[in-house]
Structure formats: structure tokens, C-alpha cells
């Protein structure tokens, strides 16, 4: 499968804790974008990479969360001191030079 | 800044009827358009995109969008549904322009009646 792959698929943490989530972008797209889905909701941007640069992070929705796409294939999205808000399902994009985004299936985190 | 609004929250419909899902946007220029639809549990599969060029655009199912400039609107049609048609569909509008992003709207949830 070429798509775009997340891992892991669920996660469950304590509140407090720090976790990871990785994103493989389809492997010729220079372009990653994190999306935050709540239950009910549409999905709402986080931030956006261009191969390794982050261009747009203002999004990110504290100083808690944090991106990063070191070598510009894969992408991480850390979220530190975990709170109950934060639970949602995670959703990571890549595309080509455009707005033509396939998405992954998403890492649905639970904060307990 | 750019919206998206899906006014219906909930569609039924029964199998085999047509469909119609409408969504509005707000965005000073004409954005790129797309539709996405969503099983639960998973990630957003694009049904369709308008960039520009004809109107009507056709897409992966049997699902078309018209992109209406003076209504400011991208409304998904599918002339006959079919129960695996069932899932939340999403309406986003993006522009280069516009910080490379997507807006979303809240989402309809579609059922299909057997």
C-alpha cells in the first residue's frame, strides 16, 4: 500500500504524559499537513511542512504540541503534558505541490 | 479568513433515491473546492476537487459537484445512493494563498434507508 500511513492507530495515555505519533507521507510528496478531528467535528489544521521546512505552525494549538519532519519523508507530532482536551483523532496529509491532500487513517488518542 | 458551512447536520435518504449534500463558503477569491467523505473510524477519502476550468465536476463513485460562483457554493449530487454510501462527508475549500491549508465544514452525516 502507497498511501499515507499513521502510527499507532490508537492510543490510550494518562493524563500528564507525553506522546508521539508518526506520519509516512505518500513517499514523492514534498508536502505534510497535521488536521485535529473532535467527535462531531471537521477536521481542523494544525500545521504544514514543505519537505523539511515547517512552514505554518501557527496553528498548533499550544505550546504543548509540537511538530517535526526532519529529513523531510516522515513527520512526527509530539504532544507533551497530556490533557483530557486533547483527545481526538490525529490526522496526517501529504500532497504534491498543491491542495490535493490524501489523508491517512488517523491516530485516535484518548486522554484518561 | 475562509469558511466552510454544510448546513445539514443529518441526511436520510432511501436507497436508490438521488442525493444532495450542499455546502457554502466564505473566501475573497475563487478557492480551490473538494469533497471528502469519511467512514467512522477512518481517515477522509477525496470523492472530488474543483481548481477550475468546467463547473461540473465528476468524481470517484458516481458522486459530481457544481461549483456555482454568485451562490458561493460546491454542493455534492449522486443521481442514485446505495446503502455503502452511508458515512460523513466533508466540504473543504483551500488557496495557496491562504497559509496552504484546508477549511473544513462540520460534516454530514448521511444514512441510507434500505
Known amino acids: 500500500d502507497t498511501g499515507v500511513s499513521q502510527d499507532p492507530r490508537h492510543k490510550i495515555t494518562k493524563r500528564g504524559q507525553n506522546v508521539t505519533f508518526r506520519c509516512d507521507p505518500i513517499s514523492e510528496h514534498n508536502r505534510l499537513y497535521w488536521y485535529r478531528q473532535t467527535l462531531g467535528q471537521g477536521p481542523e489544521f494544525l500545521t504544514y511542512f514543505q519537505n523539511e521546512a515547517q512552514l505554518e505552525k501557527s496553528r498548533l494549538l499550544s505550546d504543548r504540541f509540537s511538530a517535526e519532519r526532519p529529513k523531510g519523508s516522515f513527520s512526527t507530532l509530539e504532544i507533551q503534558r497530556t490533557e483530557q482536551g486533547d483527545s481526538a483523532m490525529y490526522l496526517c496529509a501529504s500532497s504534491l505541490e498543491t491542495l490535493w491532500a490524501f489523508f491517512g487513517q488517523g491516530t485516535r488518542l484518548t486522554v484518561v | 479568513a475562509q469558511s466552510v458551512t454544510q448546513p445539514d447536520i443529518h441526511i436520510t435518504v432511501s436507497e436508490g433515491a438521488s442525493l444532495e449534500l450542499r455546502c457554502n463558503y466564505s473566501?475573497?477569491?475563487?478557492?480551490?473546492l473538494f469533497w471528502y467523505v469519511q467512514s467512522p473510524g477512518q481517515g477522509l477519502q477525496l470523492l472530488l476537487k474543483?481548481?477550475?476550468?468546467?463547473?461540473l465536476v465528476q468524481g470517484i463513485k458516481g458522486f459530481e459537484a457544481e461549483f456555482k460562483r454568485s451562490q458561493s457554493s460546491f454542493n455534492l449530487r449522486k443521481p442514485s445512493v446505495h446503502w455503502s454510501d452511508a458515512a460523513e462527508y466533508f466540504c473543504a475549500v483551500g488557496h495557496n494563498n491562504a497559509g496552504n491549508m484546508l477549511t473544513f465544514g462540520g460534516g454530514t452525516r448521511l444514512m441510507v434507508k434500505p
Open positions: 474543483y481548481f477550475s476550468g468546467d463547473t
Open positions: 473566501y475573497g477569491a475563487t478557492p480551490y
